[in-house]
């Protein structure tokens, strides 16, 4: 796990490189707190699937001890393909970062809602699995007002395979 300044990230948007050996920048922007320890093993096999994802995490200080070590622990060598950035100071700089990653993952079992909006107004894809519980379908129900049920999926597995798919076009 690495911790950089936003800037690496927002240094360049990779979505519009061309060359295809080019990283794939996954990020789950929303605040630490969401991010159960159930959605490992799923950023773990993410991080199997694509030898050039990237996961990028928006991290506060009180968190980015407790969290590194949960993914070393939890993900191994992948570990070293995690990036912890500070969270944004602003919205145009939070913008920029969701213009610039190929996906966004909607974390489980609480999930985003204007985080969702944020990154659809950007031309971000987020990819989603809803449960049961109101706190993870609002990107679902996002989805379903405007038509596109591609990004919403029924299990991990799916989930896995969404993302990939998204980040690798």
């Not at 070293?80 to 489980?108: G, N, Q």
Request: with cysteine.
């Amino acid at each position: 796990t690495a911790i950089v300044p936003s800037s690496h990230v927002l240094r360049a948007n990779c979505r519009q490189q061309d060359d295809p050996q080019t990283s794939h920048y996954y990020l789950v922007p929303q605040d630490p707190i969401k991010l159960h320890s159930d959605l490992d093993p799923v950023l773990l096999a993410i991080l199997d699937a694509d030898p050039l994802a990237i996961l990028v995490i928006l991290i506060t200080s009180n968190f980015i001890e407790t969290l590194q070590s949960r993914f070393r622990s939890s993900m191994g060598s992948h570990s070293a393909r995690v990036l912890f950035i500070p969270r944004t100071k602003d919205r145009f700089s939070f913008r920029e970062l969701l213009s610039s990653v190929h996906v966004v993952l909607d974390p489980w079992p609480w999930g985003g809602w204007t985080t969702t909006l944020q990154a659809l107004c950007a031309g971000t894809p987020v990819v989603t699995l809803p449960g049961h519980d109101a706190r993870s379908r609002f990107t679902l129900n996002a989805y379903l007002s405007l038509h596109i049920p591609e990004l919403v999926a029924r299990n991990t597995s799916e989930y896995v395979r969404i993302a990939v798919n998204v980040a690798s076009a």
